[in-house]
Every structure is written in C-alpha cells, then in structure tokens.
C-alpha cells in the first residue's frame, strides 16, 4: 500500500492536490538527502482536502539544489485529495490510524506504522504534520507533550500552541515516542497567509542545528490545553438555517474560535425542555456534556467559562470529525 521514493517524484513539485494520483500510486514516503543526514519529517495530504502542506512542501523544494537537512516527506490521502475531499467512503480518517489507534487491524494502519518504523531506523530529527481548517481559526502549533523540545517546535509556527492527547492515533502522538512532534494549523485552505506561514516554518526546520531544551520564555506562547471534544451524536440533527432540526447552530459559530468566552453564551436554539443532545468527552473519556452546557429557555449555552476552537460551518466535516474542541489556559511551565 506504501510506496516509497528515493528522488522526487516527476511531476510532484508542480500538480495541485487534485492531480496526486496521476503521480503517485497511492500513499507515498519520499526521502530526500541533505547536508545534514538526521532528516526533518513532514506529514502531509492526510486529509485530501487539506492542501496547504502540499504547497508548502513544493515550494521549499524548488527554492533548494541542496537540502540543509534531509527531508522525508509523507504524502497521504492521495485517492481523496483527487475529489477534494477529507476522506472518501469506507476508508479511515488519515489521522487517526498511527500508532496508538482504536483501530489497529486496518490495511491503512498498517501502513502507517510501517512509516513509523522507516522514520525511527532514519533517526528522526523532529516530525511536523501540516493541515488545514474550515472554520475561523488562527494560525496556531498543537503538541501532545508538554516538553521544552516540543514547546520550542510549535512556537516557531505561532505563539498560540494547543496541548491535546485526545484523539488517539493521531500523527503527531506517534512521532512523539521518536522526536520532538508538533501539528501546524494552517488556517482555511486557499489562504495565502497559511502557505507561507508553513512554507517559512518548514525553512526554518530545515536549517536548525539543534531543538532548544531550554524552557520557552512564558511571555512568547500561549498555550491552551483540550479539556473535551463536543460532537453531534448519530440521530441528532442540526442546522445553521433549518428552524426543525434538533440543534439550530448560531450562523456565525466559527467566530467564536479561540476565544474565552463567558458562562452563558449561546451557541444556537434547542427545544425549550429538552436536554442538550450534543456529547462532550472528556480526555479521559468521561461524559462531561453536563460539565459545559446547558439549555436556558431554549438556547444551548455555555456552563462555564471556556474557549472553543475548530468550530465550523461545514456540516459534513461536523458530521466527520466533531462540532468542536472545549481549551482551557494551560499552566505549563515546569
């Protein structure tokens, strides 16, 4: 199911996303040589809809004869990215299949662990996932572990760096049993301002000699710590237009990404005396929908003070991936 290139693919460098599959046979590893040979891993395309990493990845690429640190390149989702979309019907979520997944028998984890194990042979210097968004958001890192090395990886991309651990088998939780691992948020796809952020973050890597273990200066980040996922469960409906559905969602959600918001803030409209029919997990797996909200005469509205973030207006990747994720301020410094 992998393949695996020692040279970059004829083609590679100049088709959009939606022509991947004419170049590659399906999910590819490329490696590339450079000055230093601990090679810097990016992940990208595992969401075929999502292709700020691509252009990122092809932009670098061209600005260099040589590489000032190898570079090992995972291309995923390329039969999705043909039709643009997260992931096509019947296969598994791209970032939610590495090591560590609920699902561990499928053909695709499989796959991805063989990516785990060619990356730890190759001694891998630091791993970086790159994606998109659909809702408002910022720019901003993710880290699964609240280390220095890891800190100072995701700072470089922004100031605005998520703690999770939460869902399992992502790319990024992996790679941190081999190196310092971070997740760049890039914005909405087509975003000019996300493709250089990623093509500038990606440069830099490139030309570090060494991660700081250093502590991260507590005035330079910010970092905020998932404390739940919200989905809408199988049977609920919901809408940002239809006044019948179960939940009507507010039609400006997404701007309230990436703010604190107070208790009592309304989310959209539900029946007046029925419970919230939404589900709020825990990172440890605990039903906490009661935790955070609660139905006022008839408004879905916060039950304390949290920030939201990856609230969108896409249904389907509502219906695919989750409503949002509930932050709090991290106080991480050791």
């Known amino acids: 199911m992998l393949s695996v290139f020692d040279q970059i693919p004829a083609g590679l460098l100049e088709a959009p996303a939606s022509d991947l599959h004419r170049i590659l046979p399906g999910p590819s590893l490329v490696h590339l040589p450079g000055r230093r040979e601990q090679p810097l891993f990016a992940s990208i395309m595992l969401h075929g809809n999502e292709d700020t990493g691509l252009r990122a990845v092809q932009a670098v690429l061209r600005r260099y004869r040589q590489l000032p640190r190898a570079l090992s390149i995972f291309i995923g989702n390329v039969s999705a990215a043909r039709y643009g979309v997260r992931y096509l019907p019947g296969q598994p979520d791209y970032n939610r299949?590495?090591?560590?997944?609920?699902?561990?028998?499928?053909?695709?984890?499989?796959?991805?662990?063989?990516?785990?194990?060619?990356?730890?042979?190759?001694?891998?210097?630091?791993?970086?996932?790159?994606?998109?968004?659909?809702?408002?958001?910022?720019?901003?890192g993710c880290v699964n572990r609240l280390d220095h090395r890891f800190l100072h990886l995701a700072s470089l991309f922004s100031r605005t760096v998520v703690y999770f651990v939460r869902p399992l088998g992502v790319q990024s939780m992996a790679f941190a049993e081999l190196c310092p691992a971070t997740t760049l948020e890039c914005g909405k796809v087509g975003q000019a301002r996300g493709v250089q952020r990623a093509i500038d973050y990606l440069d830099a890597c490139l030309n570090l000699s060494e991660i700081p273990t250093h502590p991260v200066p507590e005035h330079d980040i910010d970092v905020f710590q998932t404390v739940a996922v919200v989905k809408v469960p199988t049977g609920v409906s919901f809408s940002f237009s239809n006044p019948v559905a179960d939940i009507l969602l507010n039609a400006d959600l997404d701007y309230l990404n990436f703010r604190e918001l107070p208790a009592g803030t309304s989310l959209g409209s539900i029946p007046p005396h029925e419970p919230v029919r939404l589900l709020a997990t825990s990172e440890q797996g605990?039903?906490?929908?009661?935790?955070?909200?609660?139905?006022?005469?008839?408004?879905?509205?916060?039950?304390?003070?949290?920030?939201?973030?990856?609230?969108?207006?896409?249904e389907q990747i509502i219906r695919q991936d989750c409503l949002c994720y509930l932050m709090e301020r991290c106080r991480w410094v050791r």
């Open 97 to 140: 299949i590495w090591p560590g997944t609920n699902t561990p028998d499928s053909a695709e984890a499989a796959m991805v662990r063989e990516v785990v194990e060619n990356m730890a042979a190759r001694g891998v210097f630091a791993s970086v996932d790159i994606h998109n968004n659909t809702g408002v958001n910022p720019l901003y």
């Open 286 to 314: 605990d039903d906490v929908t009661d935790v955070y909200f609660e139905n006022m005469a008839g408004r879905l509205a916060l039950k304390k003070p949290i920030m939201p973030s990856m609230l969108t207006l896409d």
